[in-house]
Each structure stands twice: as structure tokens, then as C-alpha cells.
DNA sequence: GCCAACGTTGGC
DNA sequence: GCCAACGTTGGC
């Protein structure tokens, strides 16, 4: 089981979307970071859902449920392979509490995660503890 | 609205 | 192949 972060802009498709939705095609990647993530990702890998931009937090978790095809609004040239690639995700939990880029820039724990580091890059790989980490800061306990 | 970070493009 | 110019992302 693999983690991963996704971004999206939340006035463009927010969590809200997302859970109307029910399953989201995970297009307009164009990044080849970001692709390569994408290519990685196995069914059944979880993945927090963050809103950039406005109030930048964390707010849900989701699953991978398609691997990796063609970007289907991308014509590909016939005998060449596709550049640009979806996945489908579908939502598993709103988090009780966001979890916002100033909490995590706060958490010592998380000093090196990919969303710091990487501010631009819009689907990156999270480690197992800082995941965990996340899920713990979005748990409310007050 | 501003600006830093950084990816891409194109001239040489 | 280098690098300046430019465009985009995203935090603040």
C-alpha cells in the first residue's frame, strides 16, 4: 500500500465536488513528475485530498479504484503512446478537522514532507508515518 | 495583488 | 547544451 497527495483548487474541484461525484478521473496532470506519480499509483492506495489556494489544508482521504490510462481528452497519434495519463479516484472520509499547511509547516514530524518541499508539485508521494501523521492532526480531539 | 519557485520554450 | 525569457502554481 502506497500514500499519496493530490491537490486541487477547491473553487475549481473541491472535496464537495469530489464526494457528489462519487468517482473522480483524476485529468489535466501535465507535469511529468506528477504524471509519473500518477503511473505509480495501484488500486487500493490512499490519498489525501488537499485544497491549494484557498484555506490550503488537507480535508479528506480517498482511494485509488483505476490505475493509470490515457488521458482521454488528449488525442494521441496513432503508433505513439500517451504522453498524459488519468487515475479514478473515489472519496473515503471527509477529515473531522482540516488539516491546514500552517499546521503541518507546525508539525516537527513533517518537516520533510513533499508539500513543503515541492511546493508546486500537484501529485506527489507521502511516507507512511507522515500520512499517519496527517490522519492524527485530522482527527479532532478537543 | 505580489512574489518566489520552478518548469518550459526558444535563440544562439 | 546553455541560459534568458516567460508562464504557471500556489502561499501569503
Known amino acids: 500500500m502506497n500514500y499519496w497527495?493530490?491537490?486541487s483548487e477547491p473553487d475549481v474541484y473541491g472535496w464537495h465536488?469530489?464526494?457528489q461525484q462519487g468517482i473522480a478521473v483524476w485529468d489535466g496532470v501535465r507535469n511529468y513528475q506528477a504524471r509519473n506519480?500518477?503511473?505509480?499509483?495501484?488500486?487500493?492506495?490512499?490519498?489525501?485530498?488537499?485544497?491549494?489556494?484557498?484555506n490550503p489544508a488537507v480535508v479528506g482521504l480517498a482511494r485509488v479504484v483505476r490505475e493509470a490510462y490515457p488521458d482521454p481528452t488528449v488525442t494521441v497519434e496513432p503508433g505513439k503512446s500517451?504522453?498524459?495519463?488519468?487515475?479514478?479516484?473515489a472519496p473515503?472520509?471527509?477529515l473531522e478537522t482540516p488539516v491546514s499547511l500552517r499546521a503541518i509547516k507546525?508539525?516537527?514530524l513533517l518537516a520533510n514532507i513533499g508539500l513543503i518541499k515541492q511546493s508546486r508539485l500537484s501529485v506527489m508521494p507521502i511516507r507512511p508515518n507522515?500520512?499517519?501523521?496527517i490522519l492524527r492532526?485530522?482527527?479532532?480531539?478537543e
Do not use: C
Not at 506519480?37 to 484557498?54: P, W
Not at 500517451?82 to 479516484?89: F, G, I, K, R
Not at 492532526?137 to 480531539?141: P, R, S
Open 37 to 54: 506519480n500518477l503511473n505509480a499509483m495501484r488500486t487500493g492506495d490512499q490519498v489525501l485530498f488537499y485544497h491549494s489556494v484557498t
Open 130 to 133: 507522515e500520512f499517519e501523521q
Open 17 to 19: 465536488h469530489f464526494t
Open 106 to 108: 507546525a508539525e516537527p
Open 5 to 7: 497527495l493530490v491537490k
Open 92 to 94: 473515503i472520509m471527509k
Open 137 to 141: 492532526l485530522g482527527t479532532a480531539t
Open 82 to 89: 500517451a504522453t498524459w495519463v488519468v487515475v479514478e479516484l
